[in-house]
């Protein structure tokens, strides 16, 4: 169990904190209960909350990131305890479950995608998809975790999968400092590795399968004989291929093709209420309706490409996969049969169910079993085309398959590592169920409390000018403007004593990188000596966030913070200094700070401020409930409805992560909000043309002892 901060008070907010309480993290598998062992003296006065800053040698330092709504490609964070990023986890080629029950390597994914992650309901999680949010890479000492089942999973120490008893990470910290780790007792969650391959080329075999499983399925093929006097040609030659799904049509259409038929598409039914919209192929031509005959006869052996090309086919036509249930229906024993023997070929384990037998013309099922895995495992063998048949969502996270530790391995060397951000926080790594985080709940992540910890416990990169230098002096490194303090505020209290950023700053001006800092905190004027001779070589700008002008409000919201006067104060000196100064309205919530808006922004184009910007209040995991704890203590009578007025903003939920309205929200009040920006911005001025950083200037930095030339 983590070592926690406690608060020991009887339920009243602490003085000089944000957070009302230390609610348990998401991965934690335990809780804590206050009791009352009667030692406790309400009279007392409860001693002051101390922070703890922990000095951690980083392995790397510069995160770098795709997101398409974010204006920056790479950033520094020199502390963990405001906001922090994820860990670099895993490798390159490990597969990830995409939304169409196929796999990608972890590597080859990009922002945008869409993939499996889990949602936790009732007593279970259930799989859900989700999108990627953001892709990472980093080089870092790797380990190999070795399953039961074979299943392996290359990663770093830092990385976590969800076990039987949460979450929990590869292997000790670096540090030696005790956190939950895996070890050879532990059960990880999730089916396992799936041993077919994903995509094989559609080899000729292959597609004369798909067709026949395709057309035997749903097709319609036949030559109709007239003899009618004065017609030397009365036979009639049919093909017809009517579908609901098109990908299954185009899919055939295009096979026939490359077997030299050609075929028109035509309108079949038109969508109505009760009816679905229906496509369909034709031909009429007798070469054509021969040549459909010879692709679809009965092989003498289901050779593997040609069973796996029908079972593709028949799935398409005839298939179904719900609630977990996959089966093939038909009522010709010679399609049951041919099924059957084609998944047998392959090592599926199916059998097959018959419906009303007494029936005339009973239907035939051919049921595969196995669970998830083999769900799975049959739609990377076979690779049906529709898409909505392959479609695992919202069933629970359970599997036959044995997936105990057997082995943690240390490898000794450094690898190229990568991880994602997901709408869920998690996703799926080689049949298992791996962990990423953000912001707030990011303390979760260490084990430790979003609430109190994350404003008690910081973590301090003290080599992080030894990194950055490091990097930075890389063959392979490219400029582009680093952000600093995104994630974690840079000008911390501690940042007064251990001097961090300062020298993340020395590196970053000495190479004459392009950086932009962000801030809550007037300590930024201690390093005006530094930023303002950069901005001049326009190399720098800098974000101060201003959420409100109450002092009351102010002390409640951010109490450790500096003064909303104090920050304006920040603006005009770091505006004097000619450093770009742009103020962060953020964040936005409605009914308590909104009404600030317009007079924030006047304050700080009087200041000197020359751009603005403002990000609506966010509700990811942990920070919506610790959010709703600080609206009853504080504000009780306006709880409710400021709640009411966030969910109307976000879709009906807390929290919506959907790239492009993440950080302003949809909604009639929300595009209100907007409005009142804009017009506030064009009526002062603010965000008028600015002239892009700089990175022609850039320098990499120079190794050891070696002098320059000039």
Known sequence: MALKTTRGDRGAPTKGRGAPSNLEGRYESWQRQAVDDGWARDAEPLPPLKTHVTHERAKSIIARNNSPDIGFDQSINPYHGCEHGCVYCLD?????????????????????????????????????????????QTRKPAYRVRLADGTELLGSADHRFLTERGWKFVALAASGEQRPHLTLNN??????????PQRRPYTREYRRGYLCGLVRGDGHLGVYRYDRAGRANGDQ????????????????????????????????????????RIEAIRTSARTSIAAIQGLIEWPERYEADWARGFVAGIFDAEGSFDSGVM??????????EATRSSLGRLGFDAVVDTSKRGA???????????????????????????????????????????????????????????DITTGTGDFVANGVISHNCYARPSHAYLGLSPGLDFETRIFAKVNAA???????????????????????????PAERELGITRSVIEVLTECEHPFTLITKNSLIERDIDLVAPAAAKRLTGAAVSITNLDPELARKLEPRAAAPYRRLETVKRLADAGIPVTVMVAPVI????????????????????????????????????????????????????????????????DNDSTFGVRQRGTGSFADLIEKRFEIA???????????????????????GSQLELF
């Open 92 to 136: 390159g080629e490990t597969p990830i479950l995409m939304g169409d029950g196929g796999v990608k390597p972890l590597g080859e994914l990009r922002v945008g995608d869409e993939i499996y992650g889990t949602r936790h309901r009732g007593h279970y999680r259930y799989y859900v998809k989700t999108r990627v949010l953001a892709h990472w």
């Open 360 to 418: 005339r013309n009973p239907v035939h099922y051919v049921r595969v079993r196995g669970g998830l895995r083999e769900h799975l495992r049959f739609f990377h063998c076979f690779d049906p085309s529709i898409a909505r048949k392959r479609d695992i969502a919202d069933q629970a996270v359970k599997s036959r398959a044995d997936l105990s530790v057997v082995a943690i391995e240390h490898l000794g060397d450094e690898r190229d590592l990568f």
């Open 681 to 703: 911005c064009e009526r002062l001025g603010l965000n008028g043309e600015r002239e892009p950083l700089d990175t022609t200037r850039f320098r990499p930095p120079r190794r």
């Open 590 to 653: 409605p009914f308590i700070t909104d009404r600030h808006i317009e007079e924030i922004l006047e304050r700080a184009k009087e200041a000197g401020a020359s751009g603005a910007w403002y990000v609506l209040l966010r509700l990811p995991y942990e920070v919506a409930p610790l959010f709703k704890e600080w609206l009853a203590t504080h504000f009780p009578l306006k709880a409710e409805h400021v709640m009411s007025l966030i969910r109307q903003m976000r879709e009906g939920k």
């Open 187 to 196: 059960t990880l969650m999730g089916f396992g590795a799936i041993s077919s």
């Open 466 to 492: 030894e990194l950055l230098r490091k990097e930075l002096a890389a063959p392979g490194y490219r400029c582009s403007p680093i952000a600093i303090g995104v994630n974690t505020d840079a000008y911390q």
């Open 327 to 336: 089966r093939i229906a038909n009522t010709d024993l010679r399609m049951i």
């Open 237 to 276: 030659y049919r093909f017809r291929l009517a579908m609901t799904d098109s990908a299954a049509l185009d899919r055939g259409a295009r096979f026939l093709a490359e077997f030299g038929v050609g075929t028109d598409r035509f309108l079949f039914q038109t969508e109505k209420p009760n009816r679905k």
